[in-house]
Nanobody
């Protein structure tokens, strides 16, 4: 069955770095559209990085561009989110997501059918 499992979250000081991992099973990430989303307390789930299987570039919103990097290892069937220069406003539960379809939008939660359980990232002094 399709399964995504995140890991790598935790507490970090502002300016620090974390790398989140998302291990996939039951399907090949190499043929899927993939994305990372986050949801802070009281806020909507928002995309922080998405890659469509129809595209050739990775989307990042301005809030994380230059600080976050999405990558994948097709051999390990794992997707990563490298987060650098972390800010308190990055505090959220982070989710990985996948979908076999082309993305209809740049990075919308509504376009993804498979989700991980989430991992907490807390950025504070």
């Amino acid at each position: 069955q399709v399964q995504l499992v995140e890991s790598g979250g935790g507490w970090v000081q502002p300016g620090g770095s974390l790398r989140l991992s998302c291990a996939a099973s039951g399907f090949s990430l190499g043929t899927y559209s993939i994305g990372w989303f986050r949801q802070a307390a009281g806020k909507e789930r928002e995309g922080v990085s998405c890659f469509s299987n129809s595209g050739s570039s990775i989307y990042y919103p301005d809030s994380v561009k230059g600080r976050f990097t999405l990558s994948r290892d097709n051999v390990k069937n794992t997707v990563y989110l490298q987060m650098n220069s972390l800010k308190p406003e990055d505090t959220a539960v982070y989710y990985c997501a996948a979908d076999p379809r082309q993305l209809a939008r740049l990075c919308s939660r509504h376009d993804f059918s498979s989700w991980g359980q989430g991992t907490q990232v807390t950025v504070s002094s």
